[in-house]
């Protein structure tokens, strides 16, 4: 049976859930907006303490409320990925490309509904027998050519995937970098181990700019969310930490926000794809909270506008200009989207 439709079993008008065979992580939706009649892809990274770990991609039907499985779109993939995204839809490609990251960044083609195929896999290890293990990667929607790469191994690599060669390489930070994010064509930031928000610039690879240390020395900047609606402002969060830092790049080191309102560690924070005053954000308290920015914060600091509870602590989330009304988490073994 090539696709099978797995009927959610906690359906409701808001929620819809997808059980998999195995612990889920790295999650990416189809940056192509479904047409009517047409369902939204969705790809799943497996978690599995081994080498030998699995990508899946279903689809969402938002009429019917329902994920369908397709036995073909289904690839083994070497340690769990570490990231995933779907191509740009500025990449003008008849078939979706999505991109992997973990030993090393991998493009997948994905034919229909008949097959995911391996097209590029690029390493950029001076030594062939090993490699620094990829934290994360970002697509430049600009400029799709474009993927750059982060690295335990402090650096960062611009790819162009058109040639399959390196653009660029620099050292970024003096730690492992755990997050890349591109705001303009050529300017990209990062966070690392070492507790800092540094900016780059293609066109001057020789310097950046440092837009936010962590208060306490040394404290690992985990992930970092650029708001794609208003270029000013950036969000990161720090290592067994219940917050999220904004941050405006025009006023360096001072945070114009901070939301602490888990309960609990934040995991991942995703700007609103169709708003720039919201952010969502999981974490280990096994809630996904929905902030509006105020102009002015209040002396109270700021509630979240709206929340919602998973069975347990919440690793990953995906807010997507493509499914903009749906808010996707991962927890355990399940992928919930949630109405907005």
């Known amino acids: 049976m090539e696709n099978s439709t797995q009927e959610s079993h906690l359906r409701s008008e808001n929620t819809v859930t997808y059980e ?3 612990p889920l992580y790295a999650m990416a939706i189809s940056s192509t907006a479904s047409r009517p ?8 990274g497996s978690f599995i303490e081994d080498y030998n770990n699995r990508i899946d991609i279903v689809s969402f039907d938002s009429e019917t409320l329902s994920i369908k499985t397709h036995q073909n779109l289904s690839v083994d993939h070497p340690y769990p990925p570490t990231k ?11 078939n979706d490309l999505l991109a992997s990251s973990g030993d090393y960044l991998r493009l997948w083609e994905v034919r229909d509904s008949a097959s995911v195929e391996p097209v590029l896999v690029l390493n950029n290890s001076k030594t062939s027998e090993f490699c620094a293990p990829l934290t994360s990667f970002d697509w430049n929607d600009i400029e799709p ?5 982060c690295s335990i191994d402090t650096t960062c690599t611009i790819w162009d995937i058109e040639k399959g060669a390196v653009e660029t390489q620099l050292i970024a930070h003096d730690k492992e970098v755990h997050d890349i994010a591109w705001g303009e064509a050529r300017v990209f930031a990062s966070v690392s181990a070492d507790g800092s928000v540094r900016i780059f610039d293609l066109r001057d690879k020789e310097h950046s700019t440092i837009i936010y240390e962590s208060p306490r020395p040394d404290t690992p900047l985990l992930r970092l969310a650029w708001n794609k609606q208003d270029l000013r402002y950036m969000a990161t969060i720090l290592m067994d930490s219940n917050k999220i830092v904004i941050l405006d790049i025009r006023s360096p080191t001072v945070p114009v926000a901070e939301l602490e309102r888990h309960m609990a560690s934040v995991n991942a924070i995703s700007w609103a794809p169709q708003s720039s005053r919201h952010i969502c954000s999981v974490g280990d308290d096994s809630q996904a909270l929905i902030w509006e920015l105020p102009t002015v914060a209040g002396p109270n600091g700021i509630d979240p506008m709206s929340m919602c509870s998973a069975a347990s602590e919440i690793n990953q989330l995906q807010w997507s200009a493509a499914l903009p009304d749906w808010i996707a988490i991962a927890f355990s073994n399940k992928m919930q989207l949630l109405k907005v």
């Open 84 to 94: 995933l995204m779907f191509s740009p839809s500025s990449l003008h490609k008849s």
């Open 37 to 44: 009649g047409q369902c939204q892809r969705i790809a799943l």
């Open 145 to 149: 050519k474009r993927i750059g790469t």
């Open 20 to 22: 998999s065979p195995y």
